[in-house]
DNA sequence: GCAAAAGTGTTACGCTTACACCCATGG
DNA sequence: CCATGGGTGTAAGCGTAACACTTTTGC
């Protein structure tokens, strides 16, 4: 970058606020820390960074999603932008909520706790600093309406899992119960799982068998998928 | 804002582009005008504006819509951030997609004129500037989305309109005959449709029952509804 | 042998889809 | 009177939802 063709024009400061679900012990969790800066220096916040000029904002929430948790290659999307005028007395500064879902087996829980990192079950979260709570609710409210129509649930769980721990997980989602049977048939139906040899004996004397989400089957199914029902029924949310 | 309190970080320009879609002669068209800024002066662009100091992008972005439709309370979405490194070689820019959807028929056509600005059939759209052509792909494929399971489709028709209008826009949308039996049935049978005693006969010597979108009944259905189908069939996309 | 979770099948209902003809009117 | 677009009904098929019992095994 050469020149600044815009000069005189207004800058600010953009960050990103990545609001990180995890599904632990049967219950939803987000990953918060302590803020590092002031003002609020201390209090309960997302996990965040401004962005630096080498990088976009994705890269960013990945950089620091890496930074604290050691993991790669996270299911992450775009929520929304917070740029309200006043939204951060600490000056103009504009946030990208980002919301992760990651599978806490596999994150390193050493890394996370010496960035004074902590996880909350949703229900018991402390305050947030700025507009952070806003950022948790919305990004709740996506992540229902999303595993309605994609399959992401998967991306919570390990890598291998039972059919109960699916459902468990899809309940605490939408906080509804299912009916197993109807479940079990309608995942199967959609025929991205592959069943594994191998039980998990974990929650059961009799075991269950362990499954994994088979996401090359998933991409064909898009593929030639789209049948575009106009309003499907209760979709019409 | 008194003070700054993160002196010494990196700030950037924020801009929003707007998305503008209408539908019109039974075709989606889009509205862009030539760029006023170096670098790219004169080049067709999407409308767009820097975000200014006293002002949230969403703000921002009915700010410039007002500025050259003359339309206010339109809907408009936020679709995502663009803020790769490079995509704006004037300087590090980040911009805001913003994806609006207008009643042609409603809008200052002066206004838009004054501007320099332009209505484009989707398909003859001439090459924008910087990553705007991504923006429009990435806005059709979001409306294509949202109207599936949400009825949008009536912010681009006129306020009172008819259902074989409304079959052409989703016939035009999704690229897709629809039979007009099924059509009909299914869109009364959402009953967010206000049936009208006039008739428009610009169309059709019998002429065609005027209808308006119920939007009191639809935020009842919406409060109510919510029956979390997990994954309803094919829209599993 | 029993407690506790995993796993399985069938039926009724409602929504979706396919399909063809009559109606109203202006010219 | 006829051409043009608007408007209507029904039957078959499919997915959804409701429902209860058997299996396995560790203790």
Redo the contacts between chains.
């Keep these: 970058?050469v020149?600044?063709?815009?000069k005189g024009?207004?800058?600010?400061?953009?960050a990103v606020d990545c609001i990180i679900f995890g599904f632990d012990a049967g219950v939803l969790k987000l990953l918060v820390f302590k803020r590092r800066?002031?003002?609020f220096e201390g209090r309960w916040s997302l996990i965040g960074s401004?962005?630096?000029?080498?990088?976009?904002?994705?890269e960013a929430s990945h950089r620091v999603l890496k930074e604290i948790t050691g993991l790669d290659n996270i299911y992450m999307k775009?929520l929304?932008?917070y740029?309200?005028?006043d939204r951060d007395?600490?000056?103009?500064?504009?946030s990208?909520g980002q919301y992760a879902l990651i599978r806490v087996d596999e994150h390193d829980k050493e890394l996370v706790e010496s960035h004074g990192a902590k996880w909350y079950p949703l229900n018991e979260l402390p305050n947030l600093v700025l507009d952070h709570g806003k950022m948790v609710s919305d990004a709740l409210e996506r992540l229902?309406t999303n595993a309605?129509?994609?399959?992401i649930g998967f991306e919570l769980l390990p890598q291998k899992f039972t059919i109960p721990q699916l459902q468990q997980l899809?309940e605490v989602i939408?906080q509804?119960q299912?009916d197993s049977r109807n479940?079990r048939k309608?995942l199967l139906s959609?025929e991205i799982l592959k069943k594994l040899d191998e039980k998990d004996k974990s929650s059961s004397k009799k075991g269950a068998f362990l499954f994994q989400f088979d996401s090359d089957k998933y991409k064909q199914?898009?593929k030639k998928?789209?049948?575009?029902?106009?309003?499907?029924?209760?979709?019409?949310?």
Tied chains: 1, 2.
């Design positions: 970058m020149k600044d063709w815009y024009g207004d800058k600010v400061y953009v800066v002031a003002p401004f962005v630096r000029p080498d990088e976009s904002s994705s775009e929304r932008v740029s309200e005028v007395p600490g000056a103009r500064c504009i990208i229902r309605q129509f994609y399959p899809y939408f509804k299912f479940f309608k959609l199914i898009r998928g789209f049948s575009i029902p106009l309003f499907k029924n209760q979709d019409v949310l």
